[in-house]
């Protein structure tokens, strides 16, 4: 961990080595062993350079590498037992502010772009810089830092972990991505590690259940959500029968299971919510009162103004645009959310069924010039009545 920059810069070389020199001569085999192989002698030239490191070259290095995919690796007892879900608690070091522990994991370990991540955490790409810069000197400083960590540390890391889980599978979910509005390699490897973590001792807890739960559920309307052109579809337009009926069934059942305890996390709630969608027989037929409620308790145990946006758009469902408006009257946005297009468009939205053209044109020509990409942008403009 203390050679992060060094390690990022050969990967960054191998990478390059790949670009030119495969399109003139046949890709490797097994391209991943090249470019670990490639990356890894780039490090080891670098650290034989520095005479100050050669000891710790010896130490933590072996002169000869082999990759064979039958290879046994040896684990200890009770370790995470996958190399990213493991380096995922390493950077959730408690000596790190946890907003740099989020930006560090997310941009080194989960391949997040500087805006892609300003955008998740609702921050501004100065900021996102500033915490990476910090979170990466404490990472190179510390002579402490280590990848074998105790069941206790596992433990205490666990809440960051699930909230870098959750935003991957979001990103996947609906991309900020100029090209894809769907970013699938994201929400299966979220899925992929979140199993991991549920069956292994040290994440087998209601919480990382109901963060399952949540991923299913929703992965599983992911091939109704796009038309035939890749266009995203508004949940209303969405062919039910394209749900994946055998995914529904196991998110219920992690939904189940994350029910023993006495522990109720927002991963409940938004799980909840994600069971209504799936359950619900038509558009009309779901139970919107259900799902304000379920807003409700996540304002109460995680208070955020997003939430409560969402809320007034379940209200609004239940009980009409005005009511819906009501939840959000004397109501002032932070920063980060009233220069969002959620924040545009949900007004925009609501105005215009309750009958006020001029706000809600106000809002509409906000929220679509603010929207991430040309996707989300076309489906405001279906959803809002834009031409």
Request: proline share 3%.
């Amino acid at each position: 961990m203390q050679h992060l920059e060094d390690v990022e810069d050969a990967v960054q070389s191998a990478l390059m080595s790949a670009i030119v020199t495969w399109p003139l001569t046949e890709q490797p085999d097994n391209p991943s062993a090249w470019l670990y192989r490639t990356a890894r002698n780039n490090v080891m030239g670098v650290l034989r350079q520095r005479s100050n490191r050669i000891r710790i070259m010896g130490e933590q290095f072996s002169e000869e590498f082999s990759y064979a995919e039958d290879d046994e690796v040896v684990f200890l007892e009770g370790e995470v037992r996958d190399d990213l879900l493991r380096m995922l608690f390493v950077c959730c070091d408690e000596s790190i502010p946890v907003e740099s522990q989020l930006v560090t994991a997310l941009k080194i370990l989960c391949g997040f772009s500087v805006q892609e991540i300003a955008l998740r955490l609702f921050i501004s790409t100065e900021n996102v810089y500033k915490r990476l810069t910090r979170a990466r000197s404490r990472l190179k400083e510390s002579l402490t830092l280590s990848v074998d960590l105790s069941s206790t540390q596992y433990r205490s890391r666990l809440p960051v972990v699930h909230k870098i889980l959750y935003l991957l599978f979001t990103e996947g979910y609906l991309s900020s991505h100029a090209d894809q509005a769907i970013r699938r390699e994201l929400c299966h490897e979220a899925l992929r590690l979140t199993t991991i973590l549920a069956e292994h001792p040290v994440g087998e807890d209601p919480e990382t259940f109901a963060l399952l739960s949540l991923i299913h559920l929703h992965s599983a309307r992911i091939d109704a959500r796009q038309d035939g052109s890749g266009g995203l579809l508004l949940l209303e337009e969405q062919d039910r029968s394209k749900w994946n009926k055998e995914q529904i069934g196991v998110g219920l059942e992690w939904l189940a299971r994350s029910a023993h305890g006495d522990r109720f996390s927002r991963y409940h709630a938004e799980a909840g919510i994600a069971a209504e969608h799936v359950l619900a027989p038509s558009y009309r037929e779901t139970r919107w009162e259900r799902i304000a409620d379920h807003y409700l308790l996540l304002e109460t145990m995680s208070p955020s103004a997003l939430h409560r946006l969402n809320r007034s758009i379940a209200v609004a469902e239940s009980e009409g645009a005005s009511y819906g408006l009501s939840v959000l009257e004397g109501f002032t946005p932070p920063e980060w959310l009233a220069c969002s297009y959620q924040w545009s468009a949900v007004l925009a939205d609501l105005h215009r069924r309750a009958g006020d053209a001029d706000l809600a044109d106000r809002y509409r020509e906000s929220a679509i010039r603010s929207a991430p990409s040309t996707q989300i942008q076309d489906l405001l403009r279906r959803r809002l009545g834009a031409g």
